[in-house]
């Protein structure tokens, strides 16, 4: 099942903040000339000996478009036994962006359907597995996918890919994909961060002053990606499974993705 929809404000925390026991933070904020992508570096992985916590990329480039994940990243087996295949959701992504290089909305639903079929032969060799991590968050989402880039149009826009567990006809593994348009304000995947961008806590006036006064020793022509870094820092500060070091790119309509931070990430 797939809904498109367009959310804005007070509906974005809703439905798009997630608190996971595998959480990150994605940060995307668009403009008509400029969209800039941040995410941490801290990785975690369920059921393997090798569980971390690991730095690892979590942004792939595609020319002017790219994708974010967050949630579970990869698959990888613990036992020579196991008959659930491995997959990778950023490998995932760099196919379907090969598949579709001028087409973002049908890159993000081949993303989406592969990583949905992953969780589906996931579910029916080892339902209890997958029960347990989609019970992480409330919305039962599995993995994330964040695509943005320009459209047919030459409009920004950022696709939000969801693959979660339905409770409601099964259990069955399901998707959904809401598309959303620039605003001021950033866009995040963690419940935290989307706080810290708009909430009305005493940690989000918290972060506001802090920045108001670290932003003020930053150069002026850094400071807008330089926000985002912060947001995910001061997340970190709340939720330990989101990392500190954030790799950053900026992307601009007819011009190839740029690295404005990079700590982990291949460069294409």
């Not at 979590?58 to 994940?69: E, L, Y």
């Not at 579709?100 to 890159?107: R, T």
């Not at 069955?172 to 961060?193: I, W």
């Amino acid at each position: 099942m797939r809904r498109n929809l367009t959310l804005v404000f007070t509906a974005v925390f809703v439905l798009l903040g997630l608190n996971s026991a595998v959480a990150t933070s994605v940060v995307v904020r668009m403009s008509e000339k400029r969209i800039t992508l941040a995410a941490d570096a801290l990785a975690r992985r369920r059921y393997t000996d090798a569980s971390g916590p690991y730095n690892a990329c979590k942004i792939v480039s595609s020319g002017n478009a790219a994708f974010a994940v967050a949630g579970n990243i990869d698959y990888q087996k613990t036992d020579p036994m196991d008959t659930v295949a491995e997959w990778d959701a950023r490998v995932d992504a760099r196919q379907s962006f090969g598949l579709h290089p001028s087409d973002l909305y049908a890159a993000a639903h081949e993303w989406a359907a592969r990583a949905a079929q992953h969780y589906s032969s996931f579910l029916a060799a080892q339902p209890g597995r997958v029960r347990e991590l989609a019970s992480a968050n409330p919305q039962h989402v599995l993995v994330l996918g964040t695509f943005t880039g320009w459209d047919a149009r030459k409009s920004p826009v950022l696709i939000f890919e969801w693959v979660y567990l339905s409770l409601m006809n099964g259990p069955v593994v399901e998707t959904k994909e809401f598309v959303l348009s620039p605003r001021t304000l950033p866009y995040t995947t963690n419940a935290t961060t989307q706080e810290l961008i708009e909430g009305n806590s005493p940690r989000t006036v918290k972060t506001l002053m802090n920045w108001q006064a670290a932003s003020s020793k930053l150069p002026p022509r850094e400071q807008h990606w330089r926000w985002l870094e912060f947001l995910i820092q001061s997340t970190s500060e709340y939720d330990d499974t989101v990392g500190r070091e954030v790799n950053v790119l900026e992307l601009a309509p007819g011009a190839a993705s740029r690295w404005l931070q990079n700590f982990n990430c291949t460069v294409p």
